[in-house]
């Protein structure tokens, strides 16, 4: 996965309530369990006025001039809901959304976000609404997401900030520990040796 440190981008704001995965990557969107060929389907019921003929509905706000580029999204209580499809977070990804400022998240979702590389944010309801539509800069290391002259601070644990700092999966992330899982083993052959006898024909 990329890293996530510093990221600014204009916020896009898509505030709503309960916005739930079946929004964000329908079912039928879904034609492969690869993490590719989604970002075509990225909230293909409110992106586009005809879906089968992919023609761009203008009052969406992914669809919009000002929201060209953006890598960033808002996003009001309870953003991810619903099934648990880890192809909406790839969906985001293939898009180019790097991070998701909501209310709330679902916890599904948001650990899916995590396993893929988008940083998801909470803050108050009002702080997320003030971002809209306004370049801002997010500061995984400081923990901080800033606009203009207004700074907001965030929470993250430290495991999921440190597989967003450095680009981790969750295999990735074990491996971290590999040379304590490895002295432990041996000590363990040491101590138990019978458990690691081999099996003979």
Same mark, same amino acid.
């Given at each position: 996965m990329t890293p996530f440190t510093t990221l600014t981008s204009v916020a896009v704001p898509i505030l709503r309530d309960n916005v739930d995965t079946d929004a964000i990557i329908p079912s039928r969107e879904m034609k492969s369990t690869g993490r590719t060929g989604l970002a075509e389907g990225l909230f293909a019921p409110w992106r586009y006025s005809d879906v089968a003929a992919r023609t761009p509905d203008p009052t969406f706000e992914l669809n919009m001039p000002e929201a060209r580029g953006g890598q960033v999204i808002l996003g009001g209580a309870n953003f991810g809901c619903g099934s648990s499809r880890e192809h909406a977070v790839w $969906? @985001?990804?293939?898009?180019? *959304?790097?991070?998701?400022?909501?209310?709330?998240?679902?916890?599904?979702?948001?650990?899916?976000?995590?396993?893929?590389?988008?940083?998801?944010?909470?803050?108050?309801?009002?702080?997320?609404? $003030? @971002?809209?539509?306004?370049? *801002?800069t997010v500061d995984l290391p400081a923990q901080t997401v800033t606009a203009g002259a207004t700074t907001h601070s965030f929470t993250i644990e430290d495991e999921p900030r440190t597989m967003l700092l450095e680009g981790l999966d969750v295999i990735d992330l074990t491996l971290k520990a590999l040379p304590a899982i490895e002295a432990w083993t041996d000590a363990d052959r040491t101590a138990r040796p019978w458990v690691y006898l081999e099996k003979t024909a």
């Open positions: $969906a @985001l990804v293939e898009y180019g *959304i790097r991070c998701v400022i909501a209310e709330s998240f679902a916890p599904i979702f948001r650990a899916n976000c995590i396993r893929n590389g988008v940083l998801p944010i909470t803050l108050p309801r009002t702080d997320v609404d $003030a @971002l809209a539509w306004q370049e *801002i």
